[in-house]
């Protein structure tokens, strides 16, 4: 019996913070951005899921936020990863859930939500694109921190556009 191999990646990232929710974000009518800032790097690590279209792996993210707000941000969220069986530009829809700890309670969160917390939730949903280089791909993400519907006390959360590219190695 085979074993599947672990592939490693990295990506740097930059991005930009918005105002609403994070459904407000994909609404161009109500989408606001907060003039706050990200940018930043990852390493991930991912395998197939047996011989299906979808890989499991983990990724640790590290952020720095400017702008509205001044911290680093460290996210490490385990990642599900699902590769179409002909790909053309699209390389691959991605959703990940993990945790966030932010070095200073971030102030676009507080300027929101009136309070917020340096430990949250964190999920990403990022769609990856090819490149002319096929060790290379780009990739277009959300980047959230909440509550998790209350699993955290404090009521509060931001979500970032990000792009990013990518790496494997």
Do not use: C
Request: neutral net charge; hydrophobic residues 40%.
């Amino acid at each position: 019996m085979a074993h599947a191999e672990w592939t490693v990646h990295g990506s740097v990232v930059l991005g930009t913070m918005t105002e609403g929710s994070w459904h407000e974000t994909v609404n161009p009518n109500r989408l606001r951005f907060a003039g706050s800032h990200l940018v930043g790097g990852a390493v991930g690590v991912d395998r197939p899921l047996g011989n299906s279209r979808f890989r499991l792996g983990a990724e640790a993210q590290l952020v720095a936020h400017f702008g509205r707000q001044d911290h680093f941000e460290l996210s490490v969220p385990i990642v599900l990863r699902y590769q179409p069986k002909e790909p053309t530009v699209l390389s691959s829809l991605a959703a990940g859930l993990g945790l966030s700890y932010a070095t200073k309670v971030p102030q676009v969160e507080i300027d929101r939500n009136g309070a917020s917390q340096r430990l949250f939730v964190h999920w990403m949903a990022e769609i990856e694109f090819d490149l002319p280089d096929p060790a290379l791909t780009s990739f277009l993400r959300l980047h959230h921190r909440s509550d998790g519907y209350g699993i955290f006390e404090v009521d509060a959360g931001s979500t970032g556009f990000v792009f990013g590219v990518r790496k494997r190695f």
